[in-house]
């Protein structure tokens, strides 16, 4: 699976957007891009994911360039519960699928 | 209605003793996983099953047997526990290889 990179830290003001960004320059043609989040002792919690169009679901919006090299998870109106760890991550549909890497993610700090 | 499920959520025990940490989901999955999350947070895979076959065993002490008696079912058993297995074992399930969905965590500490 394709490695991304992620800003270590991002800070984000209450009810404003958050737009995490994530690069993943060396995406498969066959490979998605997943966010996760975890937020402290918790497990990973699923957000989104997307192949080559925009998501969006009641939790968030997936941005994909065209090209495929870069996304971004953006969340409408963050509030302090978004303060998390956020993860990019790039996986086909096969069966080395779980083999997908986590590393070491964003973590965004929501302020009041 | 809990999706994925792990027991026990803490563990704490002594290096030598075996150990065995019980993963269930009920969202119908037939692919189950274990993932080691260490002090430094980097999450890895250890094993993966898909409909009680195994599929993914990545390099894993043989200390580490993992057991699916069912397809909602993944337990995982550690003998003879060494320090450098404290860590946070999550599970997660997922249908085929579609999203995966992660349980709360198992924290293991081993003293």
């Known amino acids: 699976d394709a490695k991304t990179t992620q800003p270590p830290s991002m800070d984000c003001a209450e009810g404003r957007a958050a737009n995490l960004p994530c690069n993943h320059s060396t995406i498969s043609g066959n490979e998605y891009v997943y966010w996760y989040r975890q937020i402290h002792s918790q497990g990973p919690q699923y957000i989104i994911h997307?192949?080559?169009n925009n998501e969006t679901n009641e939790m968030a919006s997936l941005i994909i360039t065209e090209d495929r090299k870069s996304s971004t998870l953006i969340l409408p109106h963050a509030t302090l519960r978004d303060t998390a760890v956020y993860y990019c991550?790039?996986?086909?549909?096969?069966?080395?699928?779980?083999?997908?890497?986590f590393g070491d993610g964003t973590t965004l700090t929501v302020k009041p | 209605d809990t999706a994925v499920s792990q027991t026990p959520k803490y563990l704490v025990t002594q290096m030598g003793n075996d150990k065995s940490i019980k993963c269930e989901q009920n969202?119908?999955?037939?692919?189950m996983y274990w993932y080691k999350q260490d002090s430094k947070k980097f999450l890895k895979i250890m094993f993966s099953?898909?409909?009680?076959?195994?599929?993914i065993n990545e390099t894993v002490p043989n200390r580490f047997s993992p057991k699916s008696p069912d397809k909602a079912h993944l337990n995982l058993h550690i003998n003879s526990l060494e320090l450098g297995d404290s860590a946070v074992y999550f599970c997660?399930?997922?249908?085929?290889?579609?999203?995966?969905?992660f349980g709360p965590g198992t924290r293991l500490t081993v003293l």
């Open positions: 997660a399930s997922s249908l085929g290889t579609d999203t995966q969905y």
């Open positions: 991550i790039v996986r086909a549909h096969n069966t080395n699928a779980g083999k997908s890497t």
């Open positions: 099953y898909n409909n009680k076959e195994l599929i």
């Open positions: 969202l119908g999955h037939d692919t």
């Open positions: 997307g192949l080559k």
